[in-house]
């Protein structure tokens, strides 16, 4: 629930000053790196990472929770002193309390009892406080208990994050994508690969590839045990899953900004191909990233090896969501995976050989 009234006066003083804040932010943080995957140059394909771990807060939600925020303050919904509470299964958490701590507002993260210690540590660390749930689709309906109870104001990502962000352009993460493909040799992407966990940022793509009338293809890769690729496939915004292992993509539900229309193809992918992906990704350029990155590699190769097997030239982008050190207790540890029964032996043998082979089997 939203508390509201009218700014004016210092109110009003106080939400320019916070906006000042925020858009000070986003000119500090430089844009985000272009990487190249290593691919064997014959194949006519290129594929990139766009590294959206470098961002002051360590992921892509960072451009979230700049949106959220300016959203929020601009609406009116936001003024001096008002407790921001959050949903979240992590990292929108560990930026929202990153931009909550630079307006000297009170923060609190209500989130599954099985997200990183990692994750948890960051949101503390910058002020902001964890509130825990057993189940992980309790966290809506806590969340705006919550906000309500204190009088303050439920940010709900899962709601605004599509309608948030200025999608036509203003720098958003398609934006700076093309911008950063025009000098390479297939300057237009065949695909751009991302996973979804609001769905703010497959709408913001598919979006703007519509409005630059680009020919690139969107496709997104859904972990195991989301609602996503369901609802999808069956057209149902009503489907509803278990939930994903994958911190950060993957829902028990299709959120409110999920919008399918924009998605040219979905892809699902086991918990055991995205933490091999993961690691792959570490072993071959030394770049370690989270287990939502995975997902969006294997997904991405899978696509190489479709256009190389139809001989067909042409460029994939795809992201880094968050970097691995997030991760260390659970995704790089075999521990955590042995306990969890996920065998990744297969899919790093299978990746291993990938650029031999150019195979990915059952990859979709």
């Known amino acids: 629930m939203t508390v509201t009234r009218r700014p004016c006066g210092a109110d009003r003083a106080w939400v320019d000053a916070a906006i000042d804040k925020v858009e000070a932010d986003a000119n500090r943080s430089a844009d985000t790196h272009l990487h190249v995957f290593p691919l064997p140059p014959e194949w006519g394909v290129?594929?990139?990472?766009?590294?959206?771990?470098?961002?002051?807060?360590?992921?892509?939600?960072?451009?979230?929770?700049?949106?959220?925020?300016?959203?929020?303050?601009?609406?009116?919904?936001?003024?001096?002193?008002?407790?921001?509470?959050?949903?979240?299964?992590?990292?929108?958490?560990?930026?929202?309390?990153?931009?909550?701590?630079?307006?000297?507002?009170?923060?609190?993260?209500?989130?599954?009892?099985?997200?990183?210690?990692?994750?948890?540590?960051?949101?503390?660390?910058?002020?902001?406080?964890?509130?825990?749930?057993?189940?992980?689709?309790?966290?809506?309906?806590?969340?705006?208990?919550?906000?309500?109870?204190?009088?303050?104001?439920?940010?709900?990502?899962?709601?605004?994050?599509?309608?948030?962000?200025?999608?036509?352009?203003?720098?958003?993460i398609a934006e700076s994508i093309f911008g950063q493909m025009t000098r390479e040799r297939h300057p237009i992407p065949c695909w751009v690969v991302v996973g979804a966990g609001t769905g703010g940022t497959s709408a913001t793509i598919g979006r703007y590839v519509r409005y630059r009338r680009?020919?690139?293809?969107?496709?997104?890769?859904?972990?195991?045990?989301?609602?996503?690729?369901?609802?999808?496939?069956?057209?149902?915004?009503?489907?509803?899953?278990?939930?994903?292992?994958?911190e950060g993509i993957g829902r028990p539900r299709v959120e409110p900004s999920f919008v399918p229309s924009v998605i040219d193809r979905m892809a699902r992918v086991t918990d055991a191909a995205s933490i091999?992906?993961?690691?792959?990704?570490?072993?071959?350029?030394?770049?370690?990233?989270?287990?939502?990155?995975?997902?969006?590699?294997?997904?991405?190769?899978?696509?190489?090896?479709?256009?190389?097997d139809a001989g067909v030239e042409g460029s994939i982008v795809t992201l880094i969501c968050d970097g691995g050190d997030r991760y260390a207790t659970t995704y790089y540890d075999d521990g955590w995976l042995f306990d969890q029964g996920i065998d990744i032996a297969p899919e790093m043998a299978v990746l291993d050989a990938f650029a031999e082979t150019a195979r990915l089997p059952g990859w979709n």
Request: glycine share 10%; charged share 20%; proline share 4%.
């Open 46 to 172: 290129d594929l990139y990472l766009k590294d959206e771990s470098v961002h002051p807060t360590g992921s892509l939600k960072h451009r979230l929770a700049r949106s959220l925020f300016l959203y929020s303050l601009c609406n009116g919904w936001i003024r001096e002193g008002t407790t921001i509470v959050e949903a979240s299964s992590g990292s929108t958490a560990v930026s929202e309390a990153y931009f909550a701590s630079l307006l000297g507002l009170p923060f609190v993260a209500v989130m599954p009892r099985s997200t990183s210690p990692e994750k948890v540590a960051l949101i503390e660390r910058t002020g902001g406080s964890c509130h825990f749930v057993d189940e992980p689709g309790a966290i809506y309906e806590e969340a705006a208990r919550l906000a309500t109870s204190v009088g303050g104001h439920y940010m709900d990502q899962f709601t605004y994050s599509e309608r948030a962000t200025d999608w036509r352009g203003n720098n958003n």
């Open 214 to 246: 680009l020919g690139t293809q969107l496709l997104v890769a859904d972990p195991e045990g989301s609602a996503f690729y369901d609802g999808w496939t069956d057209e149902n915004p009503a489907a509803t899953a278990c939930g994903s292992r994958i």
């Open 276 to 308: 091999a992906a993961m690691r792959h990704l570490h072993r071959v350029t030394g770049r370690r990233a989270g287990g939502s990155t995975g997902t969006n590699l294997w997904a991405s190769l899978g696509l190489a090896a479709e256009l190389r």
